[in-house]
């Protein structure tokens, strides 16, 4: 019982120290992607793979915004994996997409990709890239945000309330942001199935 008394407090705690103009940042950068019939590139690995395959479902059918992962190809990932490496898997899935300045990419990371520590390579170079092409850069991250919190537009850092539940708590809490993003006045389009029934 008390690891569950406090997890549910370190929960809590999180949840108070979320940073909510970051959030309202990204809702306008969502929005004005949207406007400008941009799309939306979602990347993580891990659980952040799963995160960017449930959000790309709930932009695309409650948001009505034109998004994509590379991981709900696994055909194609595994064949750039294995025949370019991990490190360049998805800033070549970037590329044959064609990311430009219209849109942007969403990311799902523990740590937010560090060269140093050779941590989400793949996912640093994507952003690398999407900086050289201007699209827009948003995250929701854990730890101190690693590379994606230093070039991102909008960035969610899960801050860290136990060094021994980071990953738990980044994961759990990116679904909580995506799923705030998703239901916004200023996202939604269309109605959920369960609130449309009566």
């Not at 992962?69 to 194609?76: A, M, Q, R, W």
Request: hydrophobic share 40%; charged share 25%.
């Amino acid at each position: 019982m008390k690891f569950v008394e406090q997890y549910f407090e370190e929960a809590k705690q999180i949840i108070d120290s979320l940073d909510r103009n970051e959030i309202t940042k990204m809702i306008t950068i969502i929005n004005e992607v949207r406007s400008k019939d941009g799309r939306m590139f979602i990347l993580g690995v891990g659980g952040g793979a799963g995160h960017a395959s449930h959000a790309v479902n709930d932009f695309r059918k409650i948001c009505g915004l034109e998004a994509y992962t590379p991981t709900d190809n696994v055909s194609e990932l595994t064949a750039r994996v294995n025949d370019d490496g991990w490190d360049t898997a998805y800033v070549n899935w970037l590329k044959i997409s064609n990311l430009n300045k219209d849109d942007m990419v969403l990311v799902f990371s523990v740590g937010g990709g560090n060269l140093d520590k050779n941590v989400s390579v793949n996912i640093l170079r994507s952003l690398e890239f999407a900086k050289e092409v201007g699209a827009c850069i948003c995250g929701v991250v854990g730890r101190d945000g690693g590379y994606t919190a230093q070039v991102a537009d909008a960035c969610v850092v899960i801050p860290v309330i136990n060094a021994d539940t980071v990953t738990p708590h980044t994961e759990s809490f990116q679904a909580v942001i995506w799923h705030l993003l998703v239901s916004h006045p200023d996202l939604q389009k269309n109605e959920m199935k369960w609130e449309s029934i009566k």
